[in-house]
């Protein structure tokens, strides 16, 4: 790796190398003057060739982090994706179930543990539905769904519930991913329409957490893209029809209004949820029982669908998209919980097999956890 070769010039390194330099009739032992004289000067050393392996690191953009990171992809004119905030539908109803009018500025808080603060911002066609924009930035502000309480009081308000997704919410870009972003711009050149110019520019939309590109999917000149929102699941139709509009408004198809190309026919959709059920037998640890395990087993299987959702839009070398799940890796999971002796007799929707989704034009599948059934 870049910067090993300075892992050597350690303290004890440069210690005694220095010593070794001295006449063999000076006494060199520890607490003599000659090593109390060099220790300080060595001690320094050690720790300026560390700060040197450092900055060779961030010099190269394989190892660069923070900032230096950015500095790196900012020359090829790349820049962080920022962390933003959620933007949701809420709806304001009296008693009587009739909408309320509510001024521009008030803020609603969740009643979960998160205790998110969400600020009116923007009126729609629909008497008491409202944009509301999470105060928090990130993902957290597209999680919560349900009831509001009011941080002030509105005598005719009944219930206010937070409700879709206008625009989702996003975490800023981790280093990883940045990296990986740049390595793909630069070895990977988008040009006239080609298939990684549409990764790159749909992923730079607001509320895009993902995507696949099907080109000729349904005939010449036409291309679908198919996106995820910023926490992998299903995009919102707000953010579908964004996206339609940046690349091919639909009025004007196939005539280069937006970033596609003259005569490419651009569908925006997203994918199609799908539920994996899950069967097995479980052997415990002496001392365990079932309902002792089973909410870490729900917790293991869900950041493993996570998982596999944050390797959805990876493509092959000929731009085609495949996903297996294996019974292996879910056991494998399983077992690392504390109590869980033994996974057996795994089924996956009622086969024991492993199970590939399907990535065609017309049928883009997602997967999720299913039901799960522990014997």
Not at 106 to 117: K, Q, V, Y
Not at 236 to 249: A, C, G, M, R
Not at 338 to 360: C, P, W, Y
Request: glycine share 6%.
């Amino acid at each position: 790796m870049i910067g090993d070769f300075l892992e050597k010039y350690t303290f004890d390194y440069l210690m005694n190398d220095a010593l070794s330099r001295v006449n063999e009739n000076i006494d060199t032992r520890e607490g003599s003057i000659i090593y109390d004289a060099l220790a300080p000067a060595c001690y320094e050393l050690a720790g300026f060739y560390l700060q040197l392996k450092n900055l060779l690191l961030d010099t190269f953009p394989q190892t660069a982090i923070g900032q230096y990171l950015d500095y790196k992809v900012e020359e090829f004119g790349l820049h962080r994706y920022p962390s933003k905030k959620a933007v949701r539908f809420a709806e304001f109803k009296n008693e009587r179930k009739e909408g309320v009018q509510i001024a521009l500025g008030s803020r609603f808080a969740t009643i979960d543990d998160a205790a998110l603060i969400y600020k009116v911002v923007r009126e729609t066609n629909v008497a008491g539905k409202y944009e509301v924009e999470c105060e928090t930035t990130g993902v957290v502000g597209n999680r919560y769904y349900g009831n509001i309480l009011p941080l002030e009081n509105y005598r005719n308000l009944a219930t206010a519930v937070l409700g879709e997704i206008v625009t989702s919410g996003q975490d800023e870009e981790t280093d990883d991913e940045l990296r990986k972003r740049f390595l793909i711009y630069v070895n990977e050149k988008p040009f006239g329409g080609n298939f990684i110019e549409y990764v790159q520019r749909v992923r730079e939309i607001d509320g895009v957490g993902a995507v696949q590109v099907y080109p000729v999917w349904n005939g010449s000149g036409t291309v679908k893209v198919v996106v995820l929102d910023n926490d992998l699941n299903l995009a919102s139709t707000e953010t579908i029809k964004k996206v339609q509009n940046v690349l091919d408004p639909l009025e004007y198809t196939g005539k280069g209004v937006g970033l596609a190309p003259i005569n490419h026919r651009v569908t925006v959709t997203t994918a199609t949820r799908f539920p994996i059920d899950i069967e097995f037998e479980l052997e415990l640890m002496t001392g365990y029982q079932l309902n002792q395990v089973k909410e870490l087993v729900d917790k293991a299987l869900d950041q493993y669908f996570l998982d596999l959702r944050k390797n959805w839009a990876q493509y092959s070398d000929v731009n085609t998209y495949s996903m297996k799940i294996y019974r292996s890796q879910l056991m494998a999971k399983l077992l690392t919980i504390t109590g869980i002796a033994n996974v057996d007799k795994m089924k996956l929707n009622n086969r024991e097999a492993d199970l590939s989704l399907v990535f065609t034009g017309q049928l883009q599948q997602l997967p999720y956890k299913g039901t799960v059934r522990m014997v």
